[in-house]
């Protein structure tokens, strides 16, 4: 991860090996290099608005950052093939990567932006992918393939299993 911005920090080092860091550290841009097994490698970049807080120990900073990853051309009907959008052709398709807490051990949840299509749409797309794990199965398959998950894909759910461990 790289990043820059701005903030007011203050960093004290003391004789026997005592590092401190405080303030408020705000991200204007930045880069996160995200590896999947080794397999699906993508580049987020960092949102602006981003905040590391620094409360003394540096590891122990706390962290409210998202980050993107774009997939040009997505199509919606992949999602359901029942359901009817109004977005008939194929869509740009924002990977978001929440990244929340301990510098150390982050929490990480995932969620789709779509800056293209209609509250209709976007209100779909939402029933559809209503769960973390479902949400989860659809970012993988997005940074993987380059589409969303539809049942086709079901036939080898060993893979899918494996795929979403990883995750």
Do not use: H, W
């Amino acid at each position: 991860i790289s990043a820059s911005g701005t903030g007011n920090l203050k960093a004290s080092y003391y004789n026997k090996g005592s590092f401190k860091m405080f303030g408020l550290y705000n991200i204007n841009k930045g880069l996160y290099r995200m590896s999947m097994q080794e397999v699906i490698r993508k580049d987020f970049n960092l949102q602006d608005g981003g905040v590391v807080n620094f409360n003394g120990d540096p590891f122990s900073a706390q962290l409210d950052v998202k980050a993107a990853y774009t997939v040009n051309s997505a199509s919606l009907r992949d999602l359901s093939p029942t359901a009817t959008f109004a977005q008939k052709t194929s869509t740009r398709v924002n990977c978001v990567m929440n990244i929340e807490g301990s510098l150390l051990k982050p929490s990480v949840t995932f969620d789709l932006d779509l800056p293209t299509v209609s509250e209709e749409d976007k209100s779909m797309v939402k029933s559809l992918v209503a769960t973390d794990e479902q949400m989860n199965l659809q970012i993988i398959y997005l940074l993987g393939i380059g589409r969303f998950y539809t049942d086709e894909y079901s036939q080898d759910s060993n893979q899918t299993n494996q795929a979403m461990n990883s995750l």
